[in-house]
């Protein structure tokens, strides 16, 4: 390996890992959005985060499916 190519290489790495570092930043972010909501959206203090998550996710998702309705069944297509 040249030194040049080792310096191309290296530049590489810095930018691949402050993308890293971005990316790792915005998903801690988007986790505690996930918990701070989900804590809100359910009642039970005894839920760890994981299963608080879960249950008001499974509740949105009910709640969003069931005001959009049923979904055509295959072959028919939406109706518009």
Not at 14 to 36: C, I, P
Not at 37 to 64: H, Y
């Given at each position: 390996?040249?030194?040049?190519?080792?310096?191309v290489?290296?530049?590489?790495?810095?930018?691949?890992?402050?993308h890293?570092?971005?990316?790792?930043?915005?998903?801690?972010?988007?986790?505690?959005?996930?918990?701070?909501?989900?804590?809100?959206?359910?009642?039970?203090?005894?839920?760890?985060?994981?299963?608080?998550?879960?249950?008001?996710?499974?509740?949105?998702?009910?709640?969003?499916?069931?005001l959009?309705?049923?979904?055509?069944?295959?072959?028919?297509?939406?109706?518009?």
């Amino acid at each position: 390996m040249t030194d040049r190519e080792r310096l191309v290489d290296q530049i590489a790495l810095l930018e691949a890992l402050a993308h890293y570092t971005g990316a790792s930043a915005e998903r801690r972010l988007a986790e505690a959005v996930l918990v701070r909501l989900a804590r809100r959206l359910t009642d039970d203090g005894t839920l760890t985060d994981v299963e608080a998550v879960t249950v008001a996710g499974r509740e949105a998702l009910a709640a969003v499916t069931a005001l959009k309705g049923p979904e055509p069944s295959a072959g028919e297509g939406r109706k518009t």
